[in-house]
């Protein structure tokens, strides 16, 4: 992204940011505190007990039972203090974790809040967690992989939604390998067309990604619309059954969210550790990000510069492509128009939010995936809240976050930037 | 770039100023005719591929030019489609200008739509002269003030405005959505949510019903052609919008200079959220009527496309839209005289998109159509 530096040069304007960012923090983390005193303790009475087990499950654990009010004045107890904190001296170290935690903290007393006199799985929610955060993740990912070699990637929706036409049409005439291993060829195929369009024919990078968004919309809303309902017997792919992990699997709490999924979940959590690897541990990853930061000096040492920008490009479109095979092949097996939905862009957010590093994304797509859970959930415990509030609120929660914590972050320096060899 | 090569480069840039040739009308000109040509002839392939006769498309091709520009009430849909896509873009080409990357149109003009919606049933005897103005007015000021979010987060805690306005968008989903299940906004009886209708004194009157009453061009098409001319104006006749482009090509420069970044892109992001917000009060108060969810239909999406294809200039995106109307107006009869799915309109646009956008591509492929130069 052309991102602009925003706050005016020297060390002595930032550290004016940063004060002024600490204090918005500090009076929020006050107005959350009073918040949840009024709302989530003075009303309400009973406990609130969350299942950890599934009956049937190898190791049984008691559930969790927690007294609501009291827990919710703890919060606000510790919110009351994480604020007062951001006004004393030395706080702009910890202001950024310290809204983290409050706002996780908040999240928690809002749960026991609903859950006050029920019960709530949060093994359930957890595993929905993980589930629905692997689209999000591998958007993220691919878009990681993209800017660190200072191509921005806008066209990640565009790849996860020609992921999961392929996985779709492919795995309905191959069976479920085959879709998976076309949606990842589609992604890189998409990847390399950003990649030629970018670096050899020089397209305005954002141009290019929004262009091959509305290109995948067209084909595949065409396709499906023209073809698909016709002969819909290309449109019912087998869907990939979790797999259970030996031993793992049978964890209280852990096994069924991290070690009872399908090849969706195991795959991206080994592609983050891939490229992490490859970004930070290895001689092409430091060439890479050499490239990201300042691809003329890179050039002067002998790294081609175009070649790299296609291999990464091209590999985060496959990173897409396998994402966009899960909202067929990992879910229901079956293409709808722009069923995406908006998640690439959720996880080009994840990327920004996760300081363009892997694990970060990883991390944000998490927090994306709980939210997305937690309000399908909710509707179970119906609370007086009205639904579409619910839904907003970790849309909210990503403004707070990005506003507080991660103001500072900084992308690759010459992202964005077309190189142009002399 | 070496301090010599950009020197090198800026005389060339001042020397193509000095005098504007060949290459010009080339750019302008020349790659955005073969642009189109090169789309249509792709989109027809893309038919073939899919099985549609070959009749078939050529019915299709002329369904898609009677439907756009062959006939008065063709160009009536063009104008109406043309008019909603023209506004957005322009804010969204005010918001590239000065560097900012606005993808909230969408939601903005949800925001307008409503507010504007709200105003137009709410009230039943004022006379069309105070109720259009109070309904269009509502809608720019909810879409400034929804899209000014994104701009005084960012000029105030340094937030991405990719990511603010990527939320915000899907914020306003859910927002429209609870409005519309409101029993203030939602039309009394209905289950579904769905709005009030816009009471007549605050609908956008049609300029050619006394023609025929299918034609649905409105008075909005006057509210654009203000619009392309008070952004031109703003953007290259006044000092803040000297001060946008400045921001916009080199923040650091503009900040010596004394301009206050902060304000600009609020200004900046406010402006643009009326424009879209117009947008929506243009759909509602113009064409639909009411408010039903998702009534902005992806326009805000496609208004970055537009932007982007007119180069950010008020009369390129002017020309953008208008072409981006004629290809909808003319994809909705070719879906029903040829049975070939609307969706095609879309491949057509990410195409010219593509192509008008790499000129060195349009050069290598059709190298007889243009000058030989230096390669660059």
């Not at chain 1, 359930?124 to 993980?130: E, K, N, V």
């Not at chain 1, 262009?211 to 017997?233: D, K, M, P």
């Not at chain 1, 291999?311 to 293409?335: I, K, P, Q």
């Not at chain 2, 946008?244 to 503009?254: T, V, Y």
Request: net charge positive.
């Amino acid at each position: 992204m052309a991102v602009t530096e925003v706050s005016p040069g020297g060390t002595k304007a930032i550290g004016y940011a940063r004060r002024r960012q600490t204090l918005i923090s500090g009076w929020l983390l006050l107005f959350l505190s009073v918040f949840v005193a009024v709302v989530f303790a003075v009303p309400v009475t009973g406990d609130a007990s969350f299942r950890l087990a599934y009956p049937g499950d190898a190791f049984v654990i008691p559930n969790l039972v927690v007294p609501a009010a009291p827990y919710a004045y703890v919060v606000s107890a510790l919110l009351a203090f994480f604020g007062i904190r951001q006004f004393l001296p030395g706080a702009a170290r910890w202001s950024g974790l310290l809204l983290g935690i409050g706002l996780f903290l908040v999240v928690t007393a809002f749960l026991t809040w609903a859950t006050a006199d029920k019960s709530f799985s949060l093994t359930g929610m957890l595993q929905a967690t993980i589930v629905r955060a692997v689209p999000i993740a591998l958007g993220g990912l691919a878009g990681v992989l993209c800017e660190r070699v200072a191509v921005v990637n806008i066209a990640i929706e565009g790849m996860l939604l020609a992921g999961a036409f392929t996985g779709a049409v492919v795995g309905s005439t191959l069976g479920g390998a085959g879709g998976l291993v076309a949606a990842v060829l589609v992604g890189g195929l998409f990847g390399l067309l950003l990649a030629a369009l970018v670096v050899t024919y020089r397209v305005d990078q954002i141009i290019a990604g929004v262009a091959i968004n509305l290109l995948v919309l067209g084909l595949t809303s065409y396709v499906s619309s023209q073809v698909l309902t016709h002969y819909r017997e290309l449109n019912n792919a087998p869907v990939f059954r979790s797999i259970n992990i030996p031993f793992l699997s049978d964890l209280p709490l852990i096994g069924p969210v991290l070690f009872q999924q399908n090849i969706f979940v195991y795959g991206a959590l080994i592609m983050v550790a891939v490229a992490t690897y490859y970004l930070f541990h290895t001689r092409s990853g430091l060439r890479a990000r050499a490239v990201g930061e300042h691809p003329e000096a890179a050039d002067t040492l002998g790294i081609d510069v175009y070649r790299l920008r296609y291999l990464n490009v091209t590999l985060g479109g496959m990173v897409a492509g396998f994402g966009g095979a899960w909202f067929t092949l990992g879910s229901v097996g079956r293409f709808d128009d722009n069923m995406t939905n908006g998640r690439g862009f959720i996880g080009l957010a994840a990327m920004i939010f996760g300081r363009w590093h892997p694990v970060g994304a990883l991390m944000a797509a998490l927090v994306f995936g709980f939210a997305d859970s937690l309000q399908q959930k909710l509707a179970i415990l119906r609370t007086p809240i009205p639904a579409e509030f619910l839904a907003m609120a970790p849309y909210i929660a990503t403004i707070v976050l990005v506003a507080g914590l991660i103001g500072r972050a900084r992308p690759p320096a010459a992202d964005g930037k077309p190189y142009i060899k002399d | 770039m070496s301090e010599e090569n950009g020197r090198a480069a800026l005389s060339a840039e001042l020397m193509k100023r000095a005098a504007p040739g060949r290459t010009d009308f080339e750019d302008l000109v020349i790659v955005p005719v073969l642009a189109v040509i090169t789309a249509i002839v792709l989109g027809g392939l893309v038919m073939l591929a899919t099985g549609v006769s070959v009749g078939a498309i050529g019915t299709a091709f002329v369904a898609l030019f009677t439907g756009s520009v062959g006939s008065i009430s063709a160009i009536s849909e063009t104008l109406t489609a043309a008019a909603p896509l023209t506004l957005a873009g322009l804010g969204i080409a005010l918001g590239f200008r000065a560097g900012l990357f606005n993808i909230g149109a969408e939601g903005q003009v949800l925001i307008g739509g409503m507010a504007a919606v709200i105003v137009g049933f709410s009230f039943e005897s004022l006379p069309i002269y105070i109720h259009l103005p109070m309904a269009l007015l509502a809608g720019a000021a909810a879409g400034a003030f929804w899209a000014s979010i994104a701009g005084w987060l960012r000029a105030a805690t340094g937030a991405h405005e990719v990511i603010t306005t990527i939320m915000l968008n899907l914020i306003s989903f859910r927002l429209v959505d609870y409005l519309l299940r409101s029993p203030f906004v939602q039309k009394p009886g209905r289950a579904d949510p769905i709005s009030k209708n816009v009471t007549e004194s605050a609908q956008l009157p049609q300029l050619l019903s006394w023609l025929d009453p299918n034609m649905r061009v409105h008075a909005g098409i006057v509210i654009v052609v203000l619009a392309v001319i008070l952004v031109y104006w703003l953007l290259f006749r006044t000092t803040i919008g000297f001060e946008f482009r400045a921001s916009g090509l080199n923040p650091d420069a503009a900040r010596f200079a004394g301009m206050k970044s902060g304000v600009i892109i609020v200004v900046v992001m406010g402006v643009a959220g009326a424009l879209a917000g117009l947008a929506g009060a243009n759909q509602v108060l113009g064409v639909l009527g009411r408010a039903s969810p998702g009534f902005s239909g992806g326009l805000g999406f496609d208004a970055i496309a537009v932007a982007l294809l007119g180069r950010s200039h008020p009369f390129g995106v002017l020309l953008a839209g208008l072409l981006f109307g004629a290809l909808q107006a003319g994809g909705r009869q070719m879906q029903v005289s040829a049975g070939v799915s609307l969706d095609l309109i879309a491949i057509i646009q990410a195409l010219i998109i593509i192509f008008i956008a790499a000129p060195i591509l349009m050069r290598a492929v059709f190298s007889f159509a243009f000058q030989k130069q230096a390669r660059r």
